[in-house]
């Protein structure tokens, strides 16, 4: 993490410090959140809509904060007797802090974007590549506007690598992500619906992801699904200046793979005469693993340093996890939704055998714009009464995926829900030994509570 005096801050800053007798104070690590502070840590108070930073400094001075940023027209209370720099906007100083410390670190950064799959791919390279280097990563979610400046003025000074998740809902996000973090890699995993609200169109989604060739270095390396059919179609309009490797599986592809076997703990795949496995479900893990793979060879390690990184490698909770109970499972991916990702965890929960009902559980897709209804029908159109035994919905917009599910299922096999609980008491009636519950829904929805309120249960 990030370690300077007063001094050398204020001076990245362009800031004032409040008295210069400070000037030589240390810090170590930087928190915008008073429940998180340290000892020797920055305080960075965010002022936002709903919330203002400001009025939890004395409990930060309290909790060993040294010191902490604030903006010139906010008047001190009397009660904080710990030294700050003054600057004009406390958010704006957290991105420039971030840029200038990039700049002051020897680290290469890896840089990775796309509708799904980059929490995941995020994970696995970390994995492979700690075989050989010191590396670091964005922790859980932290891809936005804050969180990426936290995660870059959390790596320590001898990393050899960062791994930097971006995320984005609007155009000209990413834009300033990727020129605070500069990265010698920038990938794509895929293009999906996610974000239609704001971004409109697939194509306009790509345009918002490809903003992350914004900052790659020149003589850096950019890297993109060969297979997805956007990216191929918006890529040629485009003068890339650095090195472009495509992977996929696909003919045309520079780093081709092919997928091997699926089973109930691991995806397998091959590039030439190499076979590989990622100890991770469903299909789109192919992806996912070629990515590291390549990246993995991009930075010289051998086929068996890949190898292993890749057996170690983990999956985010709530992310197509497969969480055994008393006498059934649950096949975890409450985390996000959106057409691409259900479908693809559909398949899976079809493709899992071993168990004689299946019963899907899902939720609203958010922010996927005017299409919204449409695409939400299209998505209960995909549900097959041959792999799933019920379906069960729950919120505003599945009403149109109910809809469309009764097209294929029998009134007795599908249900819609208002209320949750009665979502939960009627799944609790269809769980039986040897069931595999799917559970998938927006952030929005909280679909976790579906699954904290059967783990326990008993059938």
Not at 125 to 137: D, F, G, M, N, R
Not at 222 to 237: A, C, M, R, T
Not at 301 to 312: A, E, H, P, R, T
Not at 390 to 409: D, T, V
């Amino acid at each position: 993490m990030i370690e300077r005096s007063l001094d050398q801050i204020s001076k990245m800053l362009g800031g004032e410090i409040s008295d210069p007798e400070y000037g030589h104070v240390k810090i170590k690590g930087v928190s915008i959140d008073s429940r998180t502070i340290k000892k020797d840590m920055l305080y960075i108070p965010i002022v936002g809509e709903k919330f203002d930073g400001r009025i939890f400094i004395e409990e930060c001075q309290n909790a060993g904060s040294p010191a902490f940023l604030i903006d010139k027209n906010f008047k001190i209370p009397k009660s904080i007797n710990i030294p700050y720099i003054i600057v004009d906007d406390t958010q704006k100083a957290l991105r420039d802090l971030a840029r200038a410390y990039r700049k002051e670190l020897d680290i290469k950064i890896i840089a990775i974007t796309g509708s799904n799959g980059k929490t995941t791919s995020k994970n696995i390279i970390h994995s492979v590549l700690s075989e050989k280097y010191k590396v670091e990563k964005t922790h859980g979610n932290l891809n936005n506007e804050i969180g990426v400046p936290l995660t870059i003025l959390d790596f320590s000074e001898d990393t050899d690598i960062g791994v930097v998740e971006m995320g984005t809902d609007d155009f000209g996000e990413i834009s300033v992500l990727t020129n605070i973090a500069r990265p010698d890699m920038a990938m794509i995993t895929n293009i999906g619906d996610a974000h239609l609200l704001k971004l409109k169109t697939r194509e306009g989604i790509a345009k918002a992801k490809l903003e992350i060739l914004e900052g790659l270095k020149d003589d850096g390396i950019f890297l993109y699904n060969g297979d997805d059919e956007i990216l191929k179609k918006v890529l040629p309009s485009y003068e890339i200046k650095q090195k472009t490797i495509s992977f996929g599986m696909g003919d045309k592809v520079d780093f081709k793979v092919e997928a091997k076997e699926y089973t109930s703990t691991s995806t397998n795949f091959s590039y030439k005469d190499e076979n590989y496995s990622v100890p991770l479900l469903g299909s789109h893990q192919v992806y996912n693993g070629a990515l590291a793979v390549l990246i993995g060879k991009l930075f010289d390690l051998s086929y068996d340093q890949i190898k292993v990184g890749l057996s170690k490698s983990s999956n985010n909770a709530n992310r197509n996890e497969l969480i055994e109970r008393d006498g059934f499972d649950i096949l975890d991916d409450a985390y996000k939704s959106n057409p691409q990702s259900l479908k693809q965890g559909l398949e899976l929960a079809g493709f899992l055998d071993g168990y004689l009902n299946k019963i899907v559980v899902l939720g609203d897709m958010l922010e996927l714009g005017d299409d919204e209804l449409n695409l939400h029908y299209k998505s209960g159109l995909d549900i097959d009464p041959k792999k799933i035994n019920y379906c069960l919905f729950f919120g505003p917009l599945c009403k149109e995926m109910y809809r469309a599910s009764l097209e294929n299922f029998p009134q007795d096999r599908s249900f819609y829900f208002e209320n949750k609980n009665d979502l939960i008491d009627k799944l609790k009636l269809l769980i039986t030994k040897s069931t595999l519950v799917f559970v998938k829904g927006s952030r929005g929805l909280h679909m976790e509570e579906v699954i904290e309120a059967i783990y326990d249960f008993r059938v």
